[in-house]
């Protein structure tokens, strides 16, 4: 069970995440749950041929956005983001993991070895956010930062454990009452700082930061057995022109397989002069490609 939030702008991207999802998960049956913000019956057809297509299934949950009414938004947050903190409470009873996943992802292997994580007591698992290293932050959420601070782009959740917390209360509640600067998961960290378990960052490679730590064998090409899995674009996203990732071709590898496969984004002759040039450098020895466009 795996799930995302997105409004209408966002259809495209969350096709590309599910297509990356059943390419790399062909031996699982995988069911997408969308919580949806004004999304088209054409919006959710495109979402449906996809399932269909790879014999996965779908179900879509139009949310109410009234119950967030007053929580802080932005271009970068819209109010869609709360979405998944109503996630476990919409779900049936019977399940008891869901994996949610922000649709700027791109998933590159399978996922049993996630789903086989054995959670304890713990409500959720999460990757450590970039975020971390700052003691300004535990300041502000009020904890003390051997805990870290956790990204929720990527959470693997304990279904019955955050309904017996009453978790989808209490997030709601710390944001109607607290400051935050990324509403949604600051207030996941200040409830749960002690309630979680932190997984290797394979589980959610954050693209911008750990950029600069590129191992082509290892990472582009996967050719060793340990690689990120969830290659998550938060800065830049993999559609701009003005994005400098490496897994950016991968991306559009994936976008192929879509009825997007046309939208490219446009690109002057100077950055694909760049590009070729880095990717002649590569393939002779002469220098790695490291941090180059990719169209």
Same mark, same amino acid.
């Given at each position: 069970?795996?799930?995302?939030?997105?409004?209408?702008?966002?259809?495209?991207?969350? =096709?590309?995440?599910?297509?990356?999802?059943?390419?790399?998960?062909?031996?699982?049956?995988?069911?997408?749950?969308?919580?949806?913000? /004004?999304?088209? $019956?054409?919006?959710?057809?495109?979402?449906?041929?996809?399932?269909?297509?790879?014999?996965?299934?779908?179900?879509?949950?139009?949310?109410?956005?009234?119950?967030?009414?007053?929580?802080?938004?932005?271009?970068?947050?819209?109010?869609?983001?709360?979405?998944?903190?109503?996630?476990?409470?919409?779900?049936?009873?019977?399940?008891? @993991?869901?994996?949610?996943? $922000?649709? $700027?992802?791109?998933?590159?292997?399978?996922?049993?070895?996630?789903?086989?994580?054995?959670?304890?007591?713990?409500?959720?698992?999460?990757?450590?956010?970039?975020?971390?290293?700052?003691?300004?932050?535990?300041?502000?959420? =009020?904890?003390?930062?051997?805990?870290?601070?956790?990204?929720? =782009?990527?959470?693997?959740?304990?279904?019955? @454990?955050?309904?017996?917390?009453?978790?989808?209360?209490?997030?709601?509640?710390?944001?109607?009452?607290?400051?935050?600067? /990324?509403?949604?998961?600051?207030?996941?960290?200040?409830?749960?700082?002690?309630?979680?378990?932190?997984?290797?960052?394979?589980?959610?490679?954050?693209?911008?930061?750990?950029?600069?730590?590129?191992?082509?064998?290892?990472?582009?090409?996967?050719?060793?057995?340990?690689?990120?899995?969830?290659? /998550?674009?938060? =800065?830049?996203?993999?559609?701009?022109?003005?994005?400098?990732?490496?897994?950016?071709?991968?991306?559009?590898?994936?976008?192929? @397989?879509? @009825?997007?496969?046309?939208?490219?984004?446009? /690109?002057?002759?100077?950055?694909?002069?760049?590009?070729?040039?880095?990717?002649?450098?590569?393939?002779?020895?002469?220098?790695?490609?490291?941090?180059?466009?990719?169209?």
């Amino acid at each position: 069970h795996i799930a995302c939030n997105i409004d209408s702008k966002y259809t495209r991207f969350c =096709g590309v995440l599910m297509v990356s999802l059943f390419e790399n998960n062909r031996d699982e049956h995988l069911k997408m749950h969308i919580l949806c913000y /004004h999304l088209t $019956d054409e919006n959710k057809e495109d979402l449906q041929e996809i399932a269909t297509r790879y014999n996965n299934d779908i179900q879509f949950y139009d949310i109410d956005e009234t119950i967030f009414k007053g929580f802080p938004i932005s271009d970068q947050w819209p109010i869609v983001i709360y979405f998944r903190l109503m996630l476990p409470e919409l779900l049936d009873k019977n399940i008891i @993991k869901v994996l949610y996943l $922000d649709c $700027d992802i791109l998933c590159r292997g399978n996922l049993n070895e996630l789903f086989s994580t054995k959670m304890g007591d713990n409500a959720i698992c999460a990757t450590e956010d970039i975020l971390s290293r700052f003691p300004a932050l535990y300041n502000r959420l =009020g904890y003390h930062p051997s805990y870290n601070y956790f990204n929720s =782009g990527v959470l693997l959740i304990n279904v019955a @454990k955050w309904k017996e917390l009453e978790l989808t209360k209490k997030c709601i509640n710390y944001i109607g009452s607290n400051k935050v600067r /990324h509403p949604d998961q600051d207030a996941l960290n200040a409830i749960l700082f002690d309630k979680k378990m932190i997984l290797d960052s394979r589980w959610n490679y954050i693209s911008n930061y750990h950029t600069r730590y590129i191992s082509k064998e290892e990472d582009l090409f996967k050719t060793k057995t340990y690689f990120p899995i969830f290659i /998550h674009f938060t =800065g830049t996203k993999p559609w701009s022109n003005l994005c400098d990732s490496p897994f950016k071709r991968e991306w559009f590898s994936y976008q192929n @397989k879509t @009825k997007w496969k046309d939208m490219i984004p446009s /690109h002057s002759i100077k950055q694909i002069i760049v590009y070729r040039t880095a990717l002649l450098l590569d393939a002779i020895g002469i220098r790695r490609y490291n941090k180059q466009k990719l169209f």
